[in-house]
């Protein structure tokens, strides 16, 4: 099992930059991928970005590209978020996740935290 707790999100301004973290519990991730995934309010949840545990290595949604970094810190065992420029269409939920490295689906999720970006 893994334990995914979210942290750092809140209310900004459209423009400000926020960071987000997760904190991972549970077991070790080095063959694990880590993921970030957002849901507006009556919409489906998305991808944001991801990164491979071992290797660092990260993939983005088009439409966050240039603006939302992902990375990790293995001693902490902590994701982050970085979200830069943010605009009111970035108000969401925000979830990490896990899974191990070749499965389709990611099978451990956090609690999420919103974001809230005024205009």
């Known amino acids: 099992q893994v334990q995914l707790v979210e942290s750092g999100g809140g209310l900004a301004q459209a423009g400000e930059s926020l960071k987000l973290s997760c904190a991972a519990s549970?077991?070790?991730?080095?063959?694990?991928?880590m993921g970030w995934f957002r849901q507006a309010s009556g919409k489906e949840r998305e991808f944001v970005g991801a990164?491979?545990?071992?290797?660092?290595?990260?993939a983005y949604a088009d439409s966050v590209k240039g603006r939302f970094t992902v990375s990790r810190n293995s001693v902490k065992s902590t994701l982050y978020l970085q979200i830069d420029s943010l605009t009111p269409e970035d108000t969401a939920y925000y979830y990490c996740?896990?899974?191990?490295?070749?499965?389709?689906?990611?099978?451990?999720w956090g609690q999420g935290t919103q974001v809230t970006v005024s205009s």
């Open positions: 990164i491979t545990w071992s290797e660092g290595r990260t």
């Open positions: 549970g077991r070790s991730l080095i063959n694990y991928v």
């Open positions: 996740a896990a899974k191990f490295r070749g499965q389709a689906t990611y099978d451990y």
